[in-house]
């Protein structure tokens, strides 16, 4: 039988020092790890569906209101109301407008936005807006997160199947699973010497995407007028399919905007030579051309574009142009009418079509424009420059992004 080896006092000071090591360097970690900073509240059960409205209420009352400057509109996913504000997100009942859930860091949110059941929530490190943190709006538990390289400014966008998250020199498309489909522009770092779109210098001064493909405008230097690009997903998340557009006489100081992609189609407000949205196929071939009577007071589709039903809202600053939601065809227009002036786009509740307008909330017929009442909703002064009232549906609960803070209407009880 073989002896078993004695311990000494030196084999027991060394393995005591490397389990201090080792201690020490644990604390060392959860210290300075992004989870010893992260407050994580889920909801104490479930959130329920919520079944459309069955008609328009007759009358409007304020049910509640939230503060929620890292939205541009109402952000709605698994009939929970999400709001950004500092450094936290909530997930909101609509009605009470009570949170039932809360995700917080230490560092001021970047935007929130939404794709299918989950909040995402962007937040800053030094690498730009690129800690992505992925809430399930039912539950308020964590979903999935990723991380990555983005400008220190992003926008965020959503048609609710992906992600865009665009900056002036950079977008990525995430998948709801923050998988990144499509990532271009600079980069900190190449890693393959052809990489497309890097070390050009190229802005990019308005983006829109759909679950199959990314559009954006590009202002390049020593190119006097913008590009339109149309990106499609390839197998090579970093080496899309690129396709640049040449927009003739449209200044980098325009304010040309990709306004919406529909599948593989995209709309593009173009201001010269006359304002018009343009509708180009994938391959950048014009589809249709609707003029505007004048250029439009407000183009930035960030907050002005919104999803109706089958249709698409653009709201110009003083009107509301819709398009059928597949090929982008203009269907009509919807101007002031009775002293009813649009102050934003379009929400849909029981087929109705439902548009912020002075004074209260416009019902039109969706088939053809036609205004038939208006709801009075007193509303209070907005945010200093603050202009546009951006309206989403959930249940029989209308809400309202006013600025940097999000409003819920409802019937009297």
Known sequence: MVKPERRTRTDVA?????????????????WTSDARTTLSRPADTPSKSIPPADGVPADLQQLWSAPSPATTLP??????????????????????????????????LCGVTWVYQYAVAVYPDIRGCGQVST?????????????GYADDRVQLSSD??????????R????????????????????????????????????????????????ACPGEVDVRLTLLRPADED???????????????DSTARVLVVSDTV??????????????VDQNGAELSSTPLPAAPSAADPANTVTRAGDLISWWTGDAVMLFNADQLTHKFTVEAADGAVPLGPAAMMADRLLIPVTGGVGVYDPETGELERVIEVQRPAMDSGVAVIVPT????????QRGRTVVALGARP
């Open 14 to 30: 060394v393995a005591l020092a490397i389990a201090a090591v080792v201690a020490v360097a644990a604390v060392t970690i959860w």
């Open 75 to 108: 952000v709605v996913a698994s009939g929970t109301v999400v709001t950004g504000d500092g450094s936290t997100v909530d997930g909101r009942d609509p009605i009470t407008g009570e949170a039932r859930w809360s995700y917080a860091r230490d560092l001021p």
């Open 135 to 147: 809430v399930d709006s039912s539950t308020g538990r964590r979903g999935p997160a990723r991380t």
């Open 160 to 169: 609710g199947t992906v992600v865009l998250s665009t900056g002036t020199t």
């Open 171 to 218: 977008l990525e498309l995430w998948r709801s699973d923050m998988v990144r489909v499509i990532g271009f522009g600079e980069v900190d770092a190449r890693v393959k010497p052809n990489q497309t779109g890097l070390g050009q210098g190229c802005a990019i001064t308005s983006a829109a995407a759909s679950a199959l493909a990314v559009s954006l405008l590009q």
């Open 238 to 252: 970093d080496e899309p399919t690129q396709r640049d557009v040449p927009q003739p006489g449209v200044a980098p």
């Open 266 to 279: 995209t709309a593009v407000y173009l201001p010269t030579p006359t304002p018009r949205v343009s509708v």
């Open 393 to 400: 549906v959930v249940g029989p609960t209308l809400l309202e």
